[in-house]
Antibody, heavy 122, light 106 residues
Framework: EVQLLESGGGLVQPGGSLRLSCAAS????????MSWVRQAPGKGLDWVSA????????YYADSVKGRFTISRDNSKNTLYLQMNSLRAEDTAVYYC???????????????WGQGTLVTVSS | SYELTQPPSVSVSPGQTASITCSGD??????ASWYQQKPGQSPVLVIY???RRPSGIPERLSGSKSGNTATLTISGTQAMDEADYYC?????????FGGGTKLTVL
């Protein structure tokens, strides 16, 4: 059974940093791309970042480029999102999502974690 | 940046058919996927690659595409189908979601 478990959310001041983790199990983690998707309170889904299975390629939404860094440790079956220079508009539930083997035009998320809430406020 | 447009809300009577559309430039050349999200829960994949249904998703949910518009159709709508639905596509190495449609079963 595929499981994705996010952690690391919490309250942080504007300009602060936070690192999210997503522990994966039930599938060959290194064979699949992974993504972070966020959802602000009462709003829709907003893709944040993706990383290929090997970690060799990373992709970011313009809104987080230069502030967030996605990474993975395939030996620990864990996905990360380092978030720096946080802003109020980054407040959201952050989900990790399991992509497909290849991060390409046929991509979709077949499994999602339960999400972790990040609140940016003074 | 690429955009996908969905109606904010759709209403349907129990037992009837609901259709939720998703339109985008050149969507006809891309794959569309659909997710269902109920209050307080994580999204669930219900349709991928335009019209393929994951295991465990009821047959009454189906996907189609015509031109640059993808459609999620729910036949014989049940109260349990009341949820937010999001379409998704991939463009220029980024994932794009539609704004979401709230399906109300009256």
């Amino acid at each position: 059974e595929v499981q994705l478990l996010e952690s690391g959310g919490g309250l942080v001041q504007p300009g602060g940093s936070l690192r999210l983790s997503c522990a994966a199990s039930g599938f060959t983690f290194s064979s699949y791309a992974m993504s972070w998707v966020r959802q602000a309170p009462g709003k829709g889904l907003d893709w944040v970042s993706a990383i290929t299975g090997s970690g060799g390629s990373r992709y970011y939404a313009d809104s987080v480029k230069g502030r967030f860094t996605i990474s993975r440790d395939n030996s620990k079956n864990t996905l990360y999102l380092q978030m720096n220079s946080l802003r109020a508009e980054d407040t959201a539930v952050y989900y990790c999502g399991k992509d497909q083997e290849y991060y390409d035009s046929s991509d979709f998320f077949d499994y999602w974690g339960q999400g972790t809430l990040v609140t940016v406020s003074s | 940046s690429y955009e996908l447009t969905q109606p904010p809300s759709v209403s349907v009577s129990p037992g009837q058919t609901a259709s939720i559309t998703c339109s985008g430039d050149k969507l006809g050349d891309k794959y569309a996927s659909w997710y269902q999200q109920k209050p307080g829960q994580s999204p669930v994949l219900v349709i991928y690659q335009d019209n393929r249904r994951p295991s465990g998703i009821p047959e009454r949910l189906s996907g189609s595409k015509s031109g640059n518009t993808a459609t999620l159709t729910i036949s014989g709508t049940q109260a349990m189908d009341e949820a937010d639905y999001y379409c998704q596509a991939w463009d220029s190495s980024t994932v794009v979601f539609g704004g979401g449609t709230k399906l109300t079963v009256l």
